[in-house]
T-cell receptor
């Protein structure tokens, strides 16, 4: 199956700063790339997704960019807040099922 | 957004017993549901894909006789861990795909299984 690499594994930022998480993939015909936020002891929550027919999508403080040629997509969170602290997973659709990155633990310091 | 529920949220059982976990899509119909397992500080690993009215498709290395999946309706899938052992202790999460064609998957809150 598809392999998705996610970096960094941990990220600590000051409140108000921006956070960027990047994922790369090797070989996929996927046209769907979602991002999930998982808080401790809870299931993943879909926060934003992007399809291959666009290069960027924004929803308030969250944006996702996609470069299909370079095979990478990134999550951008601006004006971070303590409640943004969580584990974030990128994913892509591979043969009908999602393949997840390894996750990024984001800590926003107040 | 779409809501997926799981029950129970936590279960503790003795080694050798079976445990059933339910996954329900509350406000949409899901022809396809997925079961994942997540160990501490790790990513989600797909166990099986459950299609309504047909047999589940299991990922390589997942024992179908140990992890029984039933998807009897468009809103309910169940995972039964049979003859559970301590190594089966994990966080089990289901997801459901809305059959609106947009490929969005919505996850349940997860079930923490502890086998003593």
């Amino acid at each position: 199956g598809e392999n998705v690499e996610q970096h960094p594994s941990t990220l600590s930022v000051q409140e108000g700063d921006s956070a960027v998480i990047k994922c790369t993939y090797s070989d996929s015909a996927s046209n769907y790339f979602p991002w999930y936020k998982q808080e401790l002891g809870k299931g993943p929550q879909l926060i934003i997704d992007i399809r291959s027919n666009v290069g960027e999508k924004k929803d308030q403080r969250i944006a996702v960019t996609l470069n299909k040629t370079a095979k990478h997509f990134s999550l951008h969170i601006t004006e971070t807040q303590p409640e943004d602290s969580a584990v974030y997973f990128c994913a892509l659709l591979d043969w009908g099922a999602l393949t997840f990155g390894s996750g990024t633990r984001l800590q926003v310091q107040p | 957004g779409a809501v997926v529920s799981q029950h129970p949220s936590r279960v503790i059982c003795k080694s050798g017993t079976s445990v059933k976990i339910e996954c329900r899509s509350l406000d949409f119909q899901a022809t396809t549901m997925f079961w994942y397992r997540q160990f501490p500080k790790q990513s989600l690993m797909l166990m099986a894909t459950s299609n309504e009215g047909s047999k589940a498709t299991y990922e390589q290395g997942v024992e179908k006789d140990k992890f029984l999946i039933n998807h009897a309706s468009l809103t309910l899938s169940t995972l039964t861990v049979t003859s559970a052992h301590p190594e089966d202790s994990s966080f089990y999460i289901c997801s459901a795909r809305d059959h609106n064609g947009l490929n969005e998957q919505f996850f349940g809150p997860g079930t923490r299984l502890t086998v003593l």
